[in-house]
């Protein structure tokens, strides 16, 4: 089976635009953390994301987008996200097969690489309040600003079911 690249932003950019999705993208210096986004706020409006890629047991995968500051209780989450067992955090080898993406540029737009549906993918219901959200557009030297119904649209356009659940505290 030969290796699939994963796209490029430019892809996500054209499929966004063949869905009728509006999407702004700010270019900046690459970030890998919350802590270091955070000097971007003042000049990009709306829920900015911190995204979660993690497993169970039984190689379950799961990525979960939850707003920057909240917090994520790993000892429980798998009962609300339907994980055979608490999870841990998902290798970065199989974050690059499934999402396309490195550690530091993980974000919901990854499932457009996902195209053998390995990864279910969990927006935090309190993060869905934003008529804006923020992701990185498969690296982490931009932003690309989007509405919250349209990234739903986005993900189940990639074939994903976008579920929204309340998986922070």
């Known amino acids: 089976m030969s290796e699939v690249s994963p796209k490029t932003q430019d892809e996500l950019f054209l499929f966004l635009d063949s869905l009728g999705i509006k999407h702004k993208t700010k270019r900046h210096e690459p970030v890998f953390t919350v ?3 955070v000097s971007l706020r003042d000049e990009i409006p709306g829920g900015h994301t911190k995204n979660l ?4 047991k039984k190689d379950n995968f799961f990525l979960l987008t939850v707003e920057e500051n909240a917090s994520v209780d790993l000892k429980t989450v798998h009962t609300i996200i339907g994980g055979a067992s608490k999870v841990s ?4 080898e199989k974050l690059m097969e499934y999402l396309g993406v490195i550690p530091g540029a993980v974000t919901a737009f990854g499932v457009i690489n996902d ?3 390995n990864v279910k993918i969990i927006i935090d219901e309190d993060l869905m309040k934003d008529e804006i959200i923020n992701c990185h557009p ?5 932003t690309t600003s989007i509405a919250s119904k349209d990234l739903l649209r986005f993900i189940e356009a990639t074939g994903h079911e976008a579920l929204v659940l309340k998986v922070t505290s």
């Open 138 to 142: 498969l690296s982490n030297d931009a």
């Open 53 to 56: 890629f993690v497993k169970d």
């Open 115 to 117: 195209t053998g549906h």
């Open 89 to 92: 955090f998902g290798k970065p």
């Open 35 to 37: 802590a270091e986004s």
